[in-house]
Each structure stands twice: as C-alpha cells, then as structure tokens.
C-alpha cells in the first residue's frame, strides 16, 4: 500500500521569528481611526480623545505620523476644550483630566499647542487640586491616584507645575503606598500595576522619586512576568498586554527594566498580534484594539525594538518630542530618556 504524500509544513508565522508586524499595525490604525460605522467607534464614543491619543502614539512610534490627518485631528481636539479650559472626551462630553492631559498630548504629538488655550487648561487643573494634595477628576469629585498623575503630567508638559502646591500632590501619592511597595488608587487601596505607574511617574516628575521603595517596589513589579512572558496587574490574575506598559515603564523609570525577562515579553506581545488585518489584542487569538495595539508597541519601545522610535516612560511621550519642550527636563523626564537611549544604543 502506497503511504500518503507527507504535507509540507505550515509556513512560520512572524510572530514565531520574533517579528513586529510594522506594517500591518500602520494600516491597522489608519484604518479603524477612518472607520466611523464600526460598533467599536460607536462604543468607544466618550473616550475618542483617549482613543486618538493612543492611535496617534503608535503612530509616531512607528515613524507614520504622516499617515494620519493632523488637521482634522486638531480641531477636533479644539472643539473639544471647554470654557473651564478642560478637555472632554468628545464633543459635548464633560471635561476631565483624563481627556485634558491627553488633549495636551496630542496636540504636543501634532506640534500645534498654540491652538489650544493652554492658560484656561491651567487654570482647569489647578482648580481641581484638594486641601490634601489630591485631584478630583471632575467637577463631580472622584478622588483617584490616575488624576494625580494627570495633573502632574499636564503641567510638566505645559511648563506650569507652579501652578499648583506640587508638596501637597506629592505627599497624597506618598500616602496610597502599601506594605508591599505597591500604590493604590486611595490610602488603602489594593496595590495595582495601573496604579503605580501612574504614582511612580507623578512623583517622579514633582522630584521626589527619593520616596519610593525602589528595590520592594521593583520586586513587586517583575513578579508580574508570568510563565507566558506576558505580564499581569496585580497576583493572581491573567498576562494582558497592556501591562506591557503599566510595568514595563514603571521598571523603566525606576532603572530596573532588566528585572524582567524582555525576549520572552516580546514573544507574548508578537503572540498576541493579529497576523491578517494588524494590530494587538490583550491575549493571544483576541481581537485587536487600539488600545493594546499602543501599548504593546509601546513596551516594544521599551525594550528597544528596532525600528521603533524611543518613548519616554514618565509621560508617556516620545522622547523627540520631549526634547522640543525645554522646560520638562527639570521635573524628572531627563533621566529616564538618557536611560532609554542607551539601552536602545
């Protein structure tokens, strides 16, 4: 009996050569940023200035800026700024800080920042600050460590941290420490890898980085490498890609990114990738969004990926166009890029 003919073997897929699909993430965004009749642009509608400033990043890490339409993304963004100088996250959405700080991003990405009233934008995030250091998100007053870091970072950006008691944020953020180096959202809130990057990189931008426990705080974090290579938040839980980020750049600016095993990270992000249409899921065989496909490039960054422009760990912000702005260097930034560049060098 004649044996059967043995198939050949399957080609190798990218993500099996330790590839990024560079090319296929950059038609992956230009594509959903153009599609409006899509349900995840319908549900998406209250953070779209999030969700721009997400597709916008990637964007410039993957040197295709030129890609989007700048000008229409611009007035957007001015469309959106209230007469309290806060951002909404759509037209006709309330202002937040999450939507101003990344409004300010934006428009610093697009370098167009004189098209805002930046001043009001001050003004906005000042008014915001409590008698113990906090911010409120809003006028309606949720407290949370996420607009600390909001706050600081959209200052920092504007060169304008005088406008507010940075002591005072300081010593909030100092306060939701917990016993296992992490930060919460509150004094007492459960340690959270979200949570702490954006505690690490307010207080590293107001100068006081001196009040972290680097060395717990850094064992908490490279305890989120899972057996995977991906990353999870907190114990316990699944690796996501998006903590590609949220602990990539927490170790990062605490001069600690090699505690983790980066080849193996980089394998679950290539794993995570949609092969076909472009962009990055959470988890492998998911469906891709904008919001994983940002900071899954972005921890690629990170780690140095070539091909890929440097991002800044603390604000979030690609380091050229962190050298555009003079006035950031004194508050915390400096010292994170020159770690960067000679880890990509």
Not at 27 to 38: G, I, Q, T, W
Not at 173 to 192: K, L
Not at 251 to 258: F, G, H, N, P, V
């Amino acid at each position: 009996m004649e044996a059967a003919p043995v198939a050949p073997p399957a080609p190798k897929a990218e993500h099996e050569s330790g590839a990024l699909f560079l090319e296929k993430h950059r038609a992956y965004v230009k594509r959903v940023s153009e599609d409006s009749e899509s349900y995840e642009f319908a549900v998406s509608e209250h953070l779209r200035m999030s969700g721009v400033y997400w597709g916008l990043s990637a964007m410039y890490l993957l040197g295709a800026l030129a890609d989007m339409d700048t000008e229409f993304i611009a007035k957007f963004v001015v469309s959106c700024q209230h007469e309290s100088g806060g951002f909404g996250g759509n037209l006709h959405h309330d202002a937040h800080l999450l939507y101003t700080l990344s409004a300010v991003q934006i428009m610093l990405l697009l370098d167009k920042l004189e098209q805002i009233d930046a001043e009001r934008a001050v003004s906005y995030i000042s008014g915001l600050q409590q008698p113990d250091g906090s911010f409120a998100g809003d006028e309606w007053g949720e407290i949370d460590t996420r607009f600390s870091y909001c706050a600081l970072n959209c200052l920092s950006l504007l060169g304008r941290l005088d406008a507010i008691d940075v002591e005072k944020a300081v010593e909030f953020v100092a306060a939701c420490q917990n016993f296992d180096g992490g930060y919460g959202a509150t004094p007492g809130g459960e340690s959270h890898a979200g949570q702490i990057f954006c505690c690490v990189g307010a207080l590293t931008i107001a100068g006081a980085a001196d009040r972290i426990d680097r060395e717990l705080l850094s064992w908490w974090l490279c305890e989120r490498q899972l057996p995977s290579g991906g990353l999870n938040g907190r114990p316990e839980k699944l690796a996501d890609v998006c903590y590609s980020w949220w602990v990539l750049s927490s170790l990062s600016a605490l001069d600690r990114l090699e505690w983790i095993d980066g080849g193996a990270l980089m394998r679950f992000i290539f794993q995570c990738q949609d092969g076909e249409g472009g962009g990055i899921a959470d988890k492998p065989e998911d469906m891709p969004d904008v919001f994983h496909t940002f900071f899954g490039i972005a921890g690629c960054a990170l780690l140095g990926y070539e091909g890929l422009k440097q991002i800044d760990p603390v604000h979030a912000m690609p380091v050229e166009v962190m050298r555009r702005l003079p006035h950031a260097a004194p508050w915390g930034h400096a010292a994170a890029i020159t770690g960067a560049k000679d880890r990509a060098t």
